[in-house]
C-alpha cells in the first residue's frame, strides 16, 4: 500500500503520470465520474483549511465517491486524548483513503505506519504539503509548458512555509532549475533544504531581500503568506507580515509570460490590483489542485 507523505514518495515518472492523467481529466471529466462509485475519503483536518479539505472533497465527488471528516481538531476525540495514530486506525474501517492536516511535523508519517488505508499527508506543520507541491507541478506544466529550464522566485516566508519546502524539493528533479529565495532574514529558506536539497542536486540559487532585484529573470514567482501560526510572538508577526506586497509596480519588470502563483490564502501579499494581470495564475493554481488531487486519488486507490 502507497501512502504520500513527503513529495519524494513519489519517483519523477510517476508524477509525469499524475500530470498526464490530470490533464486528461481536465479534457474528459465524464469520463471519470464513477472511477470511484461506493469509495470514501476521510478527510481529517487538525488545523484550518479552506482549498486543500474542499478540493479532496470536491475531487473525491467528481470521481462517484463519498466523503466523511471533520475539519477541526476539536470536533474530534483527540480533544478527549486519542492518539493520532488510534484516530487513523480507527477511521481507515470507516474510509477507503485518508487525507491528514496536523499541526505536528511528521504526523500524517506517524498515522501512516499503523494504517489499513492509503494517508495523504494535506500539510503537517512548517514542514511538508506535497498535494500542494503536486497541484504547482500541474500548474506550472500547463501555464508554462514544462518542468525545467526555469528561474524560480521563491517568495515570502521561506522558513515557516511548508508548500515552499516540497516545492524545491520536486523542481531539484528537473534539469536546469535555478531558484531566487526572497525573503526577510528572519524568514530565510531552512539550513537543511540549502543543503540537503538544493547544495546537494548542485541547483542554482541565490539568497535576497528585494523582491525586484531578480524580478527580469523570473518564468515563476511564487508569492506566500507569512505563517502568522507558527510564530512565537505577535511582535514579530507583525513587524514581517506586510514585509512584500506584489503589485502592478513592482511587476514593471518583470518578463510578459511571467507566471504567478500562491499557494493560497492571500492575506496582503499580492495586490487585489494584480488579479487581473494575464500573468496572476493563483486562482487557475486553486483549480488545478481538484484534478491533480483526482488523479492521486485514483493512483493510490489503484484505479485504472
Ligand atoms: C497553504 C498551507 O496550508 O500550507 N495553503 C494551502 O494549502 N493552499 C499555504 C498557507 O496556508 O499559507
Redesign the pocket.
Known amino acids: 500500500m502507497k501512502h504520500l507523505i513527503d513529495i519524494k514518495d513519489l519517483s519523477v515518472e510517476e508524477i509525469d503520470e499524475l500530470i498526464k492523467v490530470a490533464k486528461d481529466i481536465i479534457a474528459n471529466k465524464e469520463k471519470y465520474s464513477h472511477k470511484c462509485d461506493g469509495k470514501t475519503i476521510a478527510t481529517l483536518f487538525f488545523?484550518p483549511?479552506t482549498?486543500?479539505r474542499l478540493s479532496f472533497e470536491a475531487a473525491m465527488i467528481g470521481l462517484g465517491g463519498q466523503v466523511l471528516g471533520f475539519s477541526e481538531a476539536a470536533s474530534s476525540s483527540v480533544s478527549k486524548g486519542e492518539s493520532v495514530a488510534d484516530t487513523t486506525r480507527i477511521v481507515g474501517v470507516y474510509s477507503d483513503i485518508i487525507a491528514m492536516?496536523h499541526p505536528k511535523e511528521g504526523a500524517p508519517l506517524v498515522a501512516s505506519l499503523k494504517s489499513v488505508v492509503p494517508i495523504i499527508n494535506?500539510?503537517d506543520g512548517g514542514h511538508n504539503?506535497p498535494t500542494?507541491t503536486l497541484t504547482d507541478l500541474l500548474t506550472i506544466q500547463c501555464e508554462k509548458g514544462r518542468l525545467d529550464n526555469l528561474t524560480i522566485g521563491l517568495c515570502g516566508d521561506l522558513k515557516f512555509?511548508?508548500?515552499v519546502h516540497s516545492l524545491v524539493t520536486a523542481m531539484s528533479r528537473y534539469k536546469n532549475i535555478k531558484f531566487i529565495l526572497i525573503s526577510p532574514k528572519e524568514l530565510v529558506m531552512p539550513e537543511y533544504i540549502k543543503k540537503d536539497v538544493l547544495e546537494k542536486n548542485n541547483i542554482e540559487y541565490c539568497e535576497t531581500t528585494d523582491i525586484e532585484e531578480y524580478m527580469d529573470k523570473l518564468d515563476v514567482l511564487y508569492m506566500?503568506?507569512v505563517?502568522k501560526e507558527r510564530f512565537f510572538n505577535e511582535a514579530d508577526y507583525v513587524r514581517l507580515k506586510d514585509y512584500y506586497i506584489l503589485n502592478k509596480e513592482k511587476l514593471k519588470k518583470a518578463k510578459e509570460d511571467l507566471c504567478i502563483m500562491h499557494?493560497?490564502?492571500r492575506v496582503n501579499e499580492i495586490s487585489t490590483d494584480v488579479d487581473d494581470d494575464k500573468r496572476a495564475c493563483y486562482f487557475k493554481q486553486?483549480e488545478y489542485?481538484k484534478y491533480i488531487r483526482m488523479a492521486l486519488i485514483l493512483k493510490l486507490l489503484e484505479i485504472k
Do not use: D, I
Open positions: 488545523e483549511s482549498r486543500t492536516r494535506a500539510g504539503h500542494q512555509g511548508r508548500t506566500t503568506r505563517q499557494p493560497l490564502p486553486a489542485g
